[in-house]
DNA sequence: CGACTAGTTGAGGCCAGTCAATGTTGGTGG
DNA sequence: CCACCAACATTGACTGGCCTCAACTAGTCG
């Protein structure tokens, strides 16, 4: 893996127009010049070796510094802000620098649930690609950072890069196979099993994000758990109580600890 | 889109070896030799215009003619045979060229849960993309007949082609999608909206592919049907009988014969 | 014919949904 | 800093839809 030393952007959040609630972003600020030759100040930088954004594996140092200049100079989007909405027209895939997004599908009688939550290392609009549109929409959680990936020049790349290419087709199918458990999780499991399930997954993914996999703040409410995870808040919140009581968590508001992981897993239904 | 006459092999199905019931057939017979200056006797063929297999979409007629070339043989698939397991090594896509079949998601505590159906046109093994690896199983609910596409050689011609590439990535991005839709059925819909949604599904990818919209036979059993919705079988077979008893549809076993489409898209909580 | 698989229907129980009241938290403006 | 408000969360009582268990029928195949 070729090591990205970068000379990082100031981190604090910059978006490209006033902050209004639930604006939509569809456009990033305009690409800035890159210089070709220098390998530092890489887009790619720290996301090399994070969970989730596989893009760069197996590329040569010529092919990174093409996929790097692929990125858009990163930029901020604030709490409740719409990154794209279902129906609108597809350009880009967003790589996440920070924060967190939950997709949401929206069906035709108003009917909306939550299909995913992306956070640091995940890649958001993959759903666009399939028919150049967008089918849910994303939206931040939290204050969050992201560079935008133009599909064109990515698929451009991809045409002359066989490992970039690999890769892609990799990503999209490993979001179908999350899906798919998900699917499982949603057909026949109790609400016991799901949320201990939910909690298992996020600790794994903070895990491989570098953060604590025992311990962390959740970034969505108990309604949004529970559209997530087909279930009402009200029951949400009273599998957190229950899962308290047995002793496997603990949990304060959005705060959780995961006492027994073991214990927990043997809650969701899996082994070990 | 080029008109494809083809001279078909025989269509009664051959199987490459004894059948056994639930035998993998991971291998397809050896791709026969071809005359590349001959457009006839394609594998294609008549899939041109079949939905589902957007894969030719945009090609121009020398890059068809190498596509048509990645295309195994035809080759029959028995009723319940295994075409992949999860856990085996990825090689090959499949389309369907005749028939049905389930894609089962296997939980390590046993549970298992029916995430599929693919018929004519469709095509089989996108989940192994992800990790070289199947992560799900397909079986044939009948006999069938597929063509085996070795994902080496189209990976290889999709990098010369750039229509061919994006028609793959739109096939994994859209069945990502397909996904999702059933992510919110099996998260927020009743036992009657899930049924009525899943046969105009059905009644839908019927029509496309040329057959009767409004009357069909069942390939699944009761309990199939209930495993990919998130039921029971006695619930799924309640709910047959009473959307026959507020004379939506008629059914009789397998046979089933929409009566009331737009009622049907009410009970499924979609408008029109 | 018996054994088996698939499907239907009924009776009763339980888990999650619904409705409602109350508590807690966090952001905003005085 | 505090008061206030709205959003978020918890808990209880009750309801209801789906699951479970079970009996029975119909069709298939040796």
Redesign the interface.
Known sequence: MVQCNITREDPKIVTPGPAGRRRTLSEPPAARPRVVAVPDNSHLGDWCDLRGLHLPEGLDPAALLELDAVFSTPYGVKKREVLYRAATPFASLYVIRLGTFKTV?L???G?E?I?GYQMAGDILG??????DQH??EAVALEDSEICALPFEKL??L???E?AL??N???L??????R??????L???MSAEQRLAAFLLDLAERFRRAGYSASEFVLRMTRDEIA????LKLETVSRTFSRLHAEGLIQVQGRAVKLLDAAALRRAA???G
Chains 1, 2 share one sequence.
């Open positions: 599908m069906a035709e009688d009917r649930q299909v993959l759903d666009g690609i399939g028919n089918t849910c698929d451009e991809a045409g002359r066989p290419r690999r892609l087709y990799r999209i199918s490993r979001r179908l196979n899906g798919r458990e998900l699917m499982v949603l057909g026949s559209s997530f995870l087909g239904g899996q082994s």
